[in-house]
T-cell receptor, first 115, second 112 residues
Framework: EPEVTQTPSHQVTQMGQEVILRCVPI?????FYWYRQILGQKVEFLVS????????KSEIFDDQFSVERPDGSNFTLKIRSTKLEDSAMYFC?????????????FGPGTRLTVL | KNQVEQSPQSLIILEGKNCTLQ??????????LRWYKQDTGRGPVSLTI?????NTKSNGRYTATLDADTKQSSLHITASQLSDSASYIC???????????FGGGTRLMVKP
């Protein structure tokens, strides 16, 4: 069964460093998402991406964050200058269509630790 | 403000017993409600998706109900198994856009 994959599974970085989290969505999906989950808290929406553009973003997704689909398979989240509070699990998701009952399939997550 | 609240926060039951988890939401305009299962350190996995017109939906031993008038949903787990130990998250989406609003989850532990 096709699945969303994410790399790395765990990333440790120093405060102020740039990190890139990578995701390979399900191949025939057109909509891509990033979510984060701070330890012990709710999953929070960051951004949705379609047709090489951001279609929706939350207040969390400020200028420190960017997303890109550099080729036909990868979808990346870049954090330019990491802060301690960026430590969280980051989940990538993809869906075939938009809205309605289109199911979003989640990857296993990348645990980001900022020291 | 669009919110999803779940109860209880945690629950311990014995293997073989049934349980019911609750979800209340204020997300508007409502599109659909989903229940996800999330194992520790893993991504959420969808159990059910219900739209405005659906009152109940089953997936094996999982049965979800939706009352769109009172903005409440429940997830009933029948004949629990040890592998049901996980967090169960209620997620609501609005009619416009793809953003999902997550509840805080109910952490279920099934003991032998």
């Amino acid at each position: 069964e096709p699945e969303v994959t994410q790399t790395p599974s765990h990333q440790v970085t120093q405060m102020g460093q740039e990190v890139i989290l990578r995701c390979v969505p399900i191949s025939n999906h057109l909509y891509f998402y990033w979510y984060r989950q701070i330890l012990g808290q709710k999953v929070e929406f960051l951004v949705s991406f379609y047709n090489n553009e951001i279609s929706e973003k939350s207040e969390i997704f400020d200028d420190q964050f960017s997303v890109e689909r550099p080729d036909g398979s990868n979808f990346t989240l870049k954090i330019r200058s990491t802060k301690l509070e960026d430590s969280a699990m980051y989940f990538c998701a993809s869906s075939e269509g938009s809205g309605g009952a289109n199911e979003q399939f989640f990857g296993p997550g990348t645990r980001l630790t900022v020291l | 403000k669009n919110q999803v609240e779940q109860s209880p926060q945690s629950l311990i039951i014995l293997e073989g017993k049934n349980c019911t988890l609750q979800c209340n939401y204020t997300v508007s305009p409502f599109s659909n409600l989903r229940w996800y299962k999330q194992d520790t350190g893993r991504g959420p996995v969808s159990l059910t998706i219900m739209t405005f017109s659906e009152n109940t939906k089953s997936n094996g031993r999982y049965t979800a109900t939706l009352d769109a008038d009172t903005k409440q949903s429940s997830l009933h787990i029948t004949a629990s198994q040890l592998s049901d130990s996980a967090s169960y998250i209620c997620v609501v989406s609005r009619r416009a856009g793809n953003m999902l609003t997550f509840g805080g989850g109910t952490r279920l532990m099934v003991k032998p």
